[in-house]
């Protein structure tokens, strides 16, 4: 699959990450790994691409952030864990209804014969 520049997907990481929260807390390598999954790596995101949106996100309390505890079972340093809160919920399904007509929009135009 070929790879998604940046550029294209501007204005919609908020809702990305949101939308990969809602399946469940993670931090933010987690986070970066499950976008590669569900895109079939070809959402190819640094970590300086993420952060800034996780700290957007989490100051607008649209997610929230803990540090893990110390008894944590993960191997490694302490991480913050990111949750999706109630706010970022209602925002996510704002942003998959314009998603949805946005999409329709764009593919009738797109996908017009020429």
Do not use: C, N
Request: net charge positive.
């Amino acid at each position: 699959m070929e790879k998604i520049q940046k550029d294209k997907l501007r204005g919609h990481l908020d809702g990305l990450v949101l939308s990969v929260l809602e399946q469940g807390d993670g931090h933010g390598y987690e986070i970066l790994q499950r976008l590669r999954t569900l895109s079939e790596d070809a959402l190819q995101l640094k970590e300086g691409s993420l952060y800034p949106a996780l700290y957007r996100l989490e100051k607008d309390a649209q997610i929230k952030a803990k540090w893990e505890s110390g008894t944590s079972k993960r191997p490694g340093p302490r991480r913050r864990i990111y949750s999706i809160t109630t706010k970022g919920k209602r925002t996510l399904t704002k942003q998959r209804e314009e998603w949805q007509t946005f999409r329709s929009v764009i593919g009738r135009i797109m996908e017009q014969p020429t």
